[in-house]
């Protein structure tokens, strides 16, 4: 639908911009969550991820900012 209302704009109001979703994800790699620091698991880190990917974007950018953590994770 968006396409075809697109369509009807004149070429000069329309965008053609690309936005690209940036996943910014920072703090230690753990199991579970951290209770004084923030902390990545699959729990805290699975909305923003889900979110990112439902945008209509041919790529998504992770930025991830971690000392390390558990080699399991």
């Known amino acids: 639908m968006k396409r075809f209302l697109n369509r009807l704009l004149p070429?000069?109001?329309r965008s053609d911009i690309v936005v690209i979703p940036v996943i910014r994800l920072h703090g230690t790699i753990l199991p579970g969550g951290g209770q004084f620091r923030p902390s990545l698991s699959l729990a805290s880190t699975a909305g923003p991820i889900?979110?990112?990917f439902s945008f209509d974007a041919p790529v998504v950018a992770i930025s991830i900012n971690s000392p390390g953590?558990?080699?399991v994770q």
């Open 50 to 52: 889900e979110k990112a």
């Open 11 to 13: 070429k000069s109001w």
């Open 69 to 71: 953590g558990s080699p």
